[in-house]
């Protein structure tokens, strides 16, 4: 996710993620740079499970053509 900090931090996904790495043990030797970049990770993956999961997203994905060579027998 390449979104700028100020524009992710405004993301409650972002803010749950950073606050549950922040106050989890397991991460207490990472500073906070690499909190942030492990929660910017976290809140990329949340997004693109979301989008998996979004049957009408996935639907206009399949649709749109490909401009590589394309596996699927549709395009």
């Known amino acids: 996710m390449n979104a700028p900090l100020s524009q992710i931090k ?8 950073f606050h549950a790495i922040d ?3 397991q991460y207490a030797e990472l500073d906070d740079a690499a909190k942030i ?3 910017r990770e976290m ?3 949340h997004a693109s499970q979301a989008t998996m999961s979004d049957e009408k997203i996935l639907a206009t994905s399949a ?3 490909c ?3 394309c596996l699927w027998p549709i395009c």
């Open 67 to 69: 401009s590589v060579t």
């Open 10 to 17: 405004e993301s409650k996904v972002f803010r749950e993620n």
């Open 23 to 25: 106050n989890d043990p």
């Open 63 to 65: 649709l749109q053509p």
């Open 43 to 45: 809140t990329a993956d």
């Open 37 to 39: 970049d492990l929660a």
